[in-house]
């Protein structure tokens, strides 16, 4: 099976979130490709990360998802988690904002995102995001 061709790269840095405990950290999945974040270790409810990954954007995908999970060496928990549509980023370039975060379908915080995404070419937002085009 052929991997889809990628149209840039996607600068995610997670710095804070209003929800969490223990010892947590982010994993953010864009197709295929998954990408985690070192654990907080202030012991928060307010975790800080100010930590950056980069993850590959496939054509076709508009959309990542967010977890924040405790980490624990009798196995990871997923404290919440969210979608981030990447659509305004993959348009202007960058988008820095508060997302929403659930824990089984109820509010559970927010987490604060820098985006910056770098295309691998120039492409109009048809190209990118067909979907989107109606």
Not at 74 to 80: D, T
Not at 109 to 115: T, V
Request: net charge negative; charged share 25%; hydrophobic share 35%.
């Amino acid at each position: 099976m052929s991997q889809p061709r990628l149209i840039g790269e996607l600068a995610v840095v997670a710095l804070e979130a209003t929800s969490g405990e223990f010892r947590p950290f982010c994993v953010f999945k864009v197709g295929n490709n998954a990408k985690r974040t070192n654990a907080a270790t202030d012991g928060s409810r307010n975790p800080n990360w100010d930590a950056q990954v980069n993850m590959p954007i496939p054509h076709g995908y508009n959309q990542m998802s967010v977890q924040v999970l405790h980490e624990d060496p009798r196995g990871n928990q997923i404290i919440c988690e969210g979608m981030v549509d990447l659509t305004k980023v993959l348009k202007e370039g960058e988008c820095d904002d508060w997302y929403p975060l659930k824990q089984r379908g109820r509010d559970a915080g927010d987490i604060y995102l820098e985006l910056t995404f770098y295309s691998v070419v120039k492409l109009s937002m048809d190209k990118i995001c067909p979907i989107l085009k109606n």
